[in-house]
């Protein structure tokens, strides 16, 4: 029986449409929902082209409609967050415990919490001169970006780089790694 991921998104969904197309021929693992919070999403777009259902579900419903939330993941063994902006309600948590997957753009601990997403990273790494950047995919908790670990993935970055130049770079890496990682995890093939 196929493991079922649930992708949640918010933007444009080049993490999304990585996912879809890294387990289309693996029968494994079935893809049978894409949420997004935003019904403008470009996520929902791409989803919609490689044939994965995708439906909304607004922040506020998020929050205060739980049974319709459940209700759309039912089924579904792990919930993937692939640039999935509003924080995680309780309630969820504690029905995947440890099943829900984050990708973060930088190298936690550092730059992660309240208000570090997209852009506000990179900008902020620039601005601390770090010397590299990276991801790092973690489980989902309560607390924001503070999940255990699963994987980081570092990229060097030089003193000339713009935000811009470091958003590439960790563009680079979850494209390479995000879907081997969520496939590792769901499959229990991680040592």
């Not at 996520?43 to 922040?59: D, F, H, K, M, S």
């Not at 780089?161 to 499959?187: G, N, R, S, W, Y």
Request: hydrophobic share 40%; net charge negative; proline share 7%.
């Amino acid at each position: 029986m196929a493991v079922k991921l649930a992708i949640f998104v918010t933007g444009g969904g080049t993490n999304c449409e990585n996912i879809i197309k890294y387990f289309q021929d693996k029968p494994e693992v079935e893809i049978p929902i894409v949420v997004s919070s935003r019904s403008d999403a470009f996520a929902i777009t791409r989803a919609e082209r490689l044939g994965i259902p995708t439906t909304v579900i607004t922040r506020q419903q998020l929050n205060d409609e739980p049974e319709l939330v459940i209700s759309t993941v039912k089924g579904c063994d792990y919930i993937i967050l692939a640039g999935f902006l509003p924080k995680v309600p309780a309630y969820l948590i504690d029905l995947y415990p440890n099943r829900i997957i984050n990708i973060h753009p930088a190298l936690l601990p550092k730059f992660g919490g309240k208000g570090m997403w997209g852009h506000h990273v990179h900008e902020a790494v620039k601005a601390a001169g770090e010397t590299e950047s990276g991801i790092t995919i973690h489980f989902v908790n309560p607390e924001l970006d503070e999940g255990e670990h699963i994987a980081q993935f570092s990229t060097p970055l030089s003193p000339d780089d713009t935000p811009d130049d470091i958003a590439d770079k960790v563009h680079v890496l979850e494209m390479a790694h995000f879907p081997q990682v969520i496939e590792k995890v769901v499959l229990d093939l991680r040592n």
